[in-house]
């Protein structure tokens, strides 16, 4: 017994040290250079920039000196790739679209100069060009709480993780009760970021009730929504605070496998999740008995294939089981009987960056931010028209004007904006004239949108609605699965109708039948793929249905002058 | 069984890998695959995915090994390869063009790059050349969404790409391709 607990002790002892060894190395560099790691700016010469500085660091014998941090996405990912310098008692630097040249001046005419002169330096004018302010809106309007370490620490490095504190959530867990974690969440009023907003301590709770001799805990990293990419972001930039999450919750809910069911078409995540939970297991924060505490806990990653029905959470149970990801009625709910008719509870993977912070900062500061029924951030996608397009993260309840054209910066080459559409696939069309509105779950859905996973889409003058709306829904009827008739069916003669419209051959009554059509998808479909699929076309009827008839009196006058 | 293992000493004889674990065997990387997934749950989709990454594409002969090693009907197999976007079926061309049409994508012009390749390539999206050199597919998001429209040729993503880039990008591959197989020839030469 007494050997038992030396050992225990020696496990959390070891997590102190490496935590605090990791803020001692970063404190012994003069400089720091940060440089965002992720797909995007690695697409575009940031793997590039990383390797010229780590040559010029070397060739200047700066190792000692200079320290070299690959992070996450650093958000702005329209300017990139981006580098952040920090250098000890100075504001930090951000530079935009660095290319490894510039990388090299970066360090020879700021980074070496800065360190020469010290007080004295001040940024030369044709660097000064490169940089971004950093009290600027994009930066300055966002709050940082699932996206906190993302941009800032090494994904790939657990000990960067542990020394911001990381991990000390998941060892407070262990000391309470699953009851205890579980009303703390409800407390925090988190709900479900992939969309659907179920509140995520419920969900907890009923898993935490449900038998089983064996109970599973999901994560959904199916990121299908085409445009947007928060989970990715969230899972190359700081891995460890989606696994953390996942650890919370299988304690409070006796789990004992979790599965992270994750796009094939992400490489890179997958890469940096499997690594993690590699270090995770090193430390003894996954296995048997974790830190002592009598938990038992492991968990897998799987991929999907390509489908984007697997984001539904039976379907992807299907996927995981090794079936056609193809949804089935509920009840019953996964809770009760999910992967292998185990209860399962599935999350989505922002929820679980979230799970760590609520802990730490504690439920009722948690429930301080955002609006009346949506609490804490919701990280956006900001893509489309925009000036700043990138990854955003924001209070819940900020309105879509202040994050479309004050972090957004507007829309880019000075066009007029159009609409902003929310939610991707199942989503729909805001016009300008409602962006006071607030961004959050109950509020979008009065305009006939929804929150869903994150995706912002800003639309300038120049994008036709009719467009948009063959677009969205040519997706769904690809993606859709089959199994129901009204999705299978409706959406097909939905599309044709709009091809229709959309050539210029439209008649009047197609506007009735399309709507018809939605109702009867809306109410009939199986999935939420289904139900949800007319909502692009219903709200760009709704806001802009002079577009639609635009393209009929095409037709008709056609006619007239046959 | 022995004797038969002795005499056949082929890698691709599946029925062999459960009945004679010898460490002597040389497996393919099928069986190595199999052999990898089939005591975990849940990993069917897995294995497909790790013998595609080797051989670029999923051959029947493999689809049948897979159902036999893994103990899964092969209806199951082909239900699954047939259903996911991501397997392919057969073999691609060498160079895979895959033209993101992710919604800021599309918005911003990924069509006409699609278009603008369909036409300079002859093919349509999901085709390959008959010279099975170039193979053009839609995929949905890369995640670059800041860098639309985005192209990603066999790993290598172009940002901001513009239908007017694309005769470039298709001399640009045509090169690197003939480059290897020159040298691919000589080392054969030798």
């Known amino acids: 017994m007494e050997n038992k607990a030396k050992q225990d002790a020696a496990m959390l002892a070891k997590l102190d040290e490496a935590a605090d060894n990791q803020r001692k190395k970063h404190k012994s560099y003069k400089c720091q250079i940060l440089i965002c790691n992720s797909t995007s700016c690695r697409s575009s010469e940031g793997k590039e920039v990383i390797e010229a500085l780590g040559e010029c660091v070397k060739s200047h014998e700066l190792t000692e000196i200079v320290e070299i941090i690959p992070t996450g996405c650093m958000g702005l990912c329209a300017k990139g790739p981006l580098v952040r310098v920090e250098l000890a008692g100075k504001n930090p630097v951000i530079y935009k679209h660095v290319n490894p040249m510039l990388a090299r001046l970066i360090l020879a005419q700021h980074v070496m100069m800065a360190l020469k002169h010290k007080g004295d330096f001040q940024l030369p004018d044709f660097l000064k060009e490169h940089t971004l302010p950093i009290d600027m809106p994009f930066f300055a309007k966002q709050t940082k709480i699932a996206l906190d370490n993302v941009g800032i620490i090494n994904p790939d490095s657990i000990e960067d993780y542990l020394s911001r504190g990381g991990y000390e959530s998941f060892r407070k867990v262990l000391t309470m009760t699953p009851s205890e974690v579980i009303d703390e969440i409800k407390k925090s009023g988190l709900r479900g970021r992939g969309g659907g907003g179920f509140p995520t301590g419920l969900k907890w709770d009923f898993a935490n009730k449900s038998e089983g001799d064996e109970k599973f805990i999901i994560c959904n990293g199916d990121e299908g929504d085409p445009g947007a990419y928060m989970d990715s972001g969230l899972l190359e930039g700081d891995p460890h605070a989606v696994l953390e999450g996942m650890m919370i919750g299988a304690y409070a809910q006796k789990a004992t496998t979790g599965w992270f069911y994750i796009r094939a078409e992400y490489p890179l995540a997958v890469e940096r999740l499997t690594k993690a939970i590699k270090h995770a297991r090193k430390y003894r924060l996954l296995g048997k008995d974790i830190l002592g505490s009598g938990f038992d806990f492991n968990c897998e990653v799987r991929l999907g294939a390509g489908a984007f029905v697997c984001g539904e959470e039976t379907a992807l149970i299907a996927s995981i089981e090794g079936k056609r990801g193809t949804p089935r009625p509920r009840p019953p709910y996964p809770t009760e009987s999910g992967l292998w008719g185990k209860p399962s509870s599935i999350n989505n993977v922002e929820t679980f960056a979230n799970i760590p912070k609520i802990i730490r900062m504690g439920a009722d500061k948690y429930y301080a931010i955002g609006s009346d029924k949506s609490k804490g951030t919701k990280v956006f996608a900001l893509t489309g028209r925009v000036e700043n397009g990138g990854l955003v993260e924001v209070p819940m309840g900020m309105s879509i004007k202040e994050i479309v054209s004050d972090i957004g910066g507007g829309v880019a080459d000075g066009k007029q904006l159009k609409a902003v559409q ?36 800003v639309m300038d003058n120049d994008d036709s609605m009719v467009e948009i709306a063959k677009f969205y829904l040519g997706f769904t009827v690809e993606e859709s699965c089959g199994k129901c008739s009204p999705c299978r069916i409706g959406g097909t003669q939905m599309l044709r109708i709009l091809e229709r419209i959309s050539e210029g051959k439209g008649k009047k009554e197609d506007i009735d039948k399309l709507k018809r059509l939605s109702f009867a998808m809306q109410k009939a479909s199986l999935c939420g793929l289904g139900q949800t699929s007319p909502n692009p076309v219903l709200s760009t009827l709704k806001f802009f249905e002079e577009e639609y008839m635009e393209k009929m009196t095409e037709e008709a006058n056609d006619e007239e002058v046959k | ?103 800021a994508c599309y918005l911003k012009g990924g069509k006409d790059v699609l278009d603008e390749f369909s036409e300079k390539l002859g093919i349509a999206d999901g085709e390959s050349t008959e010279d099975k050199m170039f193979h053009l597919q839609t995929v949905r998001c890369v995640g670059c969404c800041g860098l639309a429209p985005v192209v990603v040729i066999n790993g290598k993503t172009y940002g901001k790409v513009r239908p007017s880039d694309v005769r470039g990008m298709i001399e640009e591959w045509q090169e690197k391709h003939a480059a290897k197989n020159s040298v691919d020839g000589a080392s054969d030469g030798e």
């Open chain 2, 1 to 103: 069984m022995l004797g038969q293992e002795k005499k056949s000493g082929c890698c691709y004889d599946s029925q062999n890998l459960e009945k004679t674990p010898s460490k002597k065997k040389v497996f393919s990387k099928t069986e190595l695959a199999i052999k990898k997934w089939k005591k975990k749950r849940g990993s069917l989709i897995m294995a497909l995915h790790e013998i595609q990454d080797l051989k670029g594409f999923l051959p029947w002969e493999d689809a049948v090994e897979v159902a036999e090693g893994m103990n899964v009907p092969l209806a199951r197999v082909y239900e699954v390869l047939t259903f996911y976007n991501y397997f392919k079926l057969e073999a691609p061309g060498d160079i895979i063009i895959s033209v993101c049409y992710g919604t």
């Open chain 1, 422 to 457: 929310t939610g991707g696939p199942s989503g729909g069309v805001i016009p300008t004239y409602l962006h006071d509105l607030p961004v959050c779950y109950d509020k979008l859905k009065e305009v006939g949108s929804i929150m869903g996973s994150g995706g912002m889409i």
